[in-house]
């Protein structure tokens, strides 16, 4: 079970802000979308960091509600590690238990950004596959 497996499944769009928008511009947009991070473009096709959710509720409590006027860049998670297409869901979930992160850029060996997964994605597919593992157990046991 792969990455590519998972993007197969949900799609590969990747939503994206500009590191100088402000957060409130942000939060409506991760509504809108019901998604919980956007990657911050740097304008030039290339991100820069990663806003989620937690992010958003990290800047108020430091900052109130004058947190909503900042600009992304504030309060965006700068260091981004990404997944391959090839990485299994194993290996992702890992990674993102770990580092205490529910959002991870796929990028391809070229370097190109291919889409974004949640820890969400990797946990459905996941029971998915156990419960297909289940029932090819059973299958067995039930012809032996």
Known sequence: MTVRAILKQKGNSVFTVNAHADLET???QLSQHRIGAL???DGKGKYTGILSERDIVRAC??????ALQLPVSKAMTTKVLHCNPQDTVHYV???MTRHRFRHLPVVND???LVGIISIGDVVK???EQAEQETAEMIQYIATA
């Open 125 to 127: 597919r996941r029971i």
């Open 39 to 41: 990657l911050v473009d």
């Open 93 to 95: 979930m890992e990674m």
């Open 110 to 112: 070229s370097g190109d």
């Open 61 to 66: 409590a430091n900052h109130g509600v004058q």
């Open 26 to 28: 942000a939060a409506k």
